[in-house]
């Protein structure tokens, strides 16, 4: 008979247990982050740009702000700016037996990619590993021979209404966010821009009153490093009000601890 062929090891090293156990203990399930620690480096050696971008959390922090990542159009455009020599060599020569481990994530090359578990709701009790941040080296992102890179959510138009946040009142009735500042409500066409600033852990929230048939669209802009929009899907959103008096609460947080402070706009048209 056919000699038998031999059976592949499935026996795991010490260090990989290590980095097993410290995932399973505060980032998520060791089976899901060592397939993703795969996929990506798959997709780096094969410069697999889309499968990427859905290996991404938006906004993505790219070197402290330096790069403006709001959605996946954002990443594929900018690539080359991102994954550059220095990140694309890490990731390559990376184990997962060396992974760097922490309350925050797991990085890749010292620190040059940070990913961890995402809540997939308000609950999380179920997270999925998503790439949270990629620190390029700044001499390594060629700014001197690109236009600036803009956000790819259009500037408001010219003529809009500017309201700094902290100036609105607080509604007495908190909703599912809490309290939250009340927008002033807006029966015809036009634009207006609320600005704000938060520290990191910290979020605030507003109000959107609307009248029966009245559509608006909401984009977010973040000047520094990024915020996200509770179920917000790439900070962009438009709806129609249905009832009289509807409400709509948003709620904005910081996302990056690396970031002190980051300023925010959260544009608003009326139709």
């Known amino acids: 008979s056919a000699p038998s062929k031999p059976q592949a090891s499935k026996t795991r090293s010490a260090a990989e247990k290590n980095v ?17 620690f795969k996929r990506l480096q798959k997709a780096v050696a094969a410069s697999d740009h889309k499968t990427l971008a859905k290996m991404m959390r938006y906004p993505l922090s790219v070197t402290d702000g330096a790069i403006k990542v709001f959605n996946k159009k954002d990443f594929t455009d900018n690539y080359d700016k991102i994954f550059t020599p220095t990140v694309i060599t890490a990731v390559k ?3 997962y037996a060396d992974l760097f481990v ?3 994530g797991a990085a890749v090359g010292s620190g040059l990619l940070w990913f961890t578990g995402v809540c997939t709701d308000n609950s999380c009790k179920l997270r999925i590993p998503m790439l949270i941040s990629v620190y390029a080296p700044s001499e390594e992102i060629d700014t001197a ?20 946040g902290s100036s609105l009142p607080i509604d007495t009735v908190p909703g599912a966010f809490g309290p939250c500042r009340d927008i002033p409500v807006i029966t015809e066409p036009s634009s ?11 979020e605030d929230c507003y109000r959107l009153t609307g009248h029966n048939g009245q559509s608006v669209h909401i984009e977010l802009v973040s000047v520094s490093v990024g915020f996200s929009i509770d179920d917000l899907a790439d900070n962009r959103y438009e709806f129609d009000f249905k009832p009289r008096n509807q409400t709509y609460d948003i709620l904005l947080a910081h996302t990056f ?12 048209r009326f139709k």
């Open 145 to 164: 021979t690109q236009a600036p890179i803009q956000p790819s959510v259009p500037a408001p138009p010219t003529g809009a209404k500017v309201i700094a």
């Open 102 to 104: 922490k309350d925050t």
């Open 257 to 268: 601890p690396s970031s002190l402070l980051d300023h925010y706009e959260l544009h608003f």
């Open 192 to 202: 207006l821009t609320i600005t704000g600033a938060l520290e990191p852990d910290s």
């Open 93 to 95: 020569n990376q184990t």
């Open 20 to 36: 097993d156990a410290r995932i399973a203990d505060m980032l998520g399930k060791p089976a899901e982050f060592q397939d993703f």
